[in-house]
């Protein structure tokens, strides 16, 4: 009679059948990816070169702001958009008024008000034969598709998706088989017009950049340029539009023939509530009438566009051609005073090193960025609280925004980095009362080494002051200041207690947040 198997050996028997399928899985999944990955994969770029077009010699844009310019040669002119509002309002003005060409780039496009609002006035330009380019990063196209077909079925329109998905539905299933590719996103914001006025900064296309809608506002910055630095814009515009990775939509996406696709979204978004409410509050905006007039406030100086090497789609490329060794090259040797702006804010141990060398050397370092509850990317909020105790304990100064401001804060006294029940979403940073960058990159590995990115260094003492009074008295009602205190952190704010448990924590945050700490993923965020 054969002896029955020990316990030991059914427990072996048992891992050993549970290893074997794990590993058929394994391989399934594995041969899945590798089908996946040769039937969807992405075909050769046949996209031809176009250049951009000369300024417009003749409109309202050449008029008011070509006169601007004469009086002021070889400078650019800025106008910061610190509200939403105006920030729309000005994109908006500025379309109606292109009489040759309009090139825009950016990250995300939203299927809301503000999204169809801008299409709809792109095909009113290109009705008027304004020649209009459009770059958007794919990733941030999801449903547009039939809208940007029928933009693209336009002859004075041509559409561009930067490092495509082959997938149209379903896209993140993408990432399985082509994540080095797709995981290189363009973040880029710009929106030049006719060759004499762009807007950049931080904004992408959608109601929460743009303060209407139901979702979380974003609290964000842009910069109306004009004059010299216009053209060196327009020219990094065409290198990322002849890019490899931009590839022409007809190659991704079938036209379907629905040349009414944004008629029809607009005819269901104009009648709602908040178009009603967002049109009078657009009426209001007075900044282009201010231009035309010659009363808007312009800060006529140097200018400085500081942009990545488009090459950065396709792969890694050297640390002095990336956008943050250009951001120091430009920005020089720090003498006294940095005060950064940043929606997510994950320095890593180098970053750690470079502001706390700065603050070790006499220049006081400041940096607002989000608080947990403020925040709208919590694994970004876990790179950033795993180096929060290094910073400080090199005395780095640290401010949260709150999700809510304090009680009793105007609107209009919270500067441009504060807004009852919002999150942060600007990129900015001032040196020594002297300088003020602005543009689309975050303190973050991904603005460093994975995402495309751009922005201006502006000589003006005045926007680069205005930062620094605002962390020396604005942070006082929208922010809390991060200490440390015996080893433990505290958040602070004029006027009340300290508090010891971090906002808007909970159990399931706090473990999530200490999951992701510990996981090899610092280089993602």
Not at 185 to 201: E, I, L, P, W, Y
Not at 252 to 278: D, F, H, P, T
Not at 455 to 463: K, Q
Request: contains cysteine; aromatic residues 8%; neutral net charge.
């Amino acid at each position: 009679m054969k002896k029955p198997f020990s316990r030991t050996h059914k427990t072996l028997a048992v891992m050993l059948r549970g290893l074997w399928v794990t590993a058929c899985l394994i391989l399934c999944i594995a041969v899945i990816l590798l089908m996946a990955k040769s039937y969807y994969r992405l075909p050769g770029n046949l996209a031809t070169h176009s250049a951009l077009l000369p300024p417009a010699k003749a409109g309202e844009l050449a008029r008011v702001v070509g006169h601007k310019i004469a009086q002021h040669p070889q400078l650019s002119g800025i106008v910061p958009l610190a509200s939403g509002e105006d920030a729309f309002a000005t994109r908006m003005l500025l379309t109606d008024a292109a009489t040759v060409s309009i090139d825009v780039q950016y990250y995300i496009w939203r299927r809301d008000l503000t999204g169809y609002w801008l299409l709809e006035r792109l095909l009113q330009a290109a009705n008027r034969g304004v020649r209009v380019r459009l770059l958007l990063d794919d990733h941030g196209t999801t449903g547009l598709d039939a809208e940007l077909a029928q933009l693209q079925a336009h002859p004075n329109v041509q559409v561009r998706l930067w490092n495509p998905f082959t997938l149209r539905q379903g896209k993140i299933l993408s990432f399985g088989f082509d994540f080095s590719r797709l995981n290189r996103r363009m973040h880029n914001k710009s929106f030049t017009v006719d060759g004499h006025a762009s807007v950049v900064g931080g904004r992408n296309i959608g109601d929460e950049y743009f303060n209407t809608g139901a979702n979380p506002l974003f609290i964000d910055l842009d910069v109306l340029t004009m004059g010299e630095v216009v053209a060196d814009i327009a020219q990094d515009f065409d290198r990322y539009w002849n890019s490899p990775s931009a590839y022409p939509l007809l190659q991704l996406v079938q036209q379907n023939g629905n040349n009414n696709a944004i008629a029809e979204q607009l005819k269901r978004l104009n009648s709602s509530q908040q178009a009603a409410q967002y049109r009078q509050i657009l009426q209001r905006s007075e900044l282009m009438s201010r231009l035309a007039s010659g009363e808007l406030e312009i800060t006529w100086t140097d200018a400085t566009l500081i942009s990545d090497d488009p090459a950065k789609g396709q792969g890694p490329v050297d640390d002095q051609q990336q956008l943050s060794g250009r951001i120091a090259q430009a920005v020089g040797e720090i003498q006294q005073q940095f005060d950064g702006v940043s929606a997510y804010f994950v320095p890593g141990a180098a970053g750690v090193k470079t502001f706390t060398d700065l603050q070790a050397r006499g220049v006081k370092v400041r940096m607002l960025t989000n608080s947990l509850e403020a925040t709208d990317v919590l694994p970004v909020h876990a790179g950033y609280a795993k180096r929060r105790n290094s910073l400080l304990e090199g005395d780095v100064q640290l401010f949260e925004l709150r999700r809510q401001a304090a009680p009793g804060s105007a609107k209009s006294k919270l500067t441009p980095f504060g807004s009852s029940g919002a999150s942060l979403h600007a990129k900015t940073f001032a040196v020594d009362g002297q300088r003020i960058f602005v543009g689309s990159f975050n303190f973050d590995p991904r603005s460093a080494t994975l995402n495309t990115e751009m922005g201006i260094l502006i000589d003006s003492e005045a926007m680069a002051q205005g930062l620094h009074d605002a962390f020396d008295s604005g942070l006082r009602d929208i922010a809390w200041q991060v200490e440390l205190h015996q080893g433990a952190l505290q958040w602070h704010q004029p006027g009340a207690a300290a508090l010891r448990a971090e906002p808007g924590t909970s159990v399931w945050r706090h473990i999530a947040i200490c999951i992701i700490s510990w996981l090899p993923v610092e280089w993602l965020l």
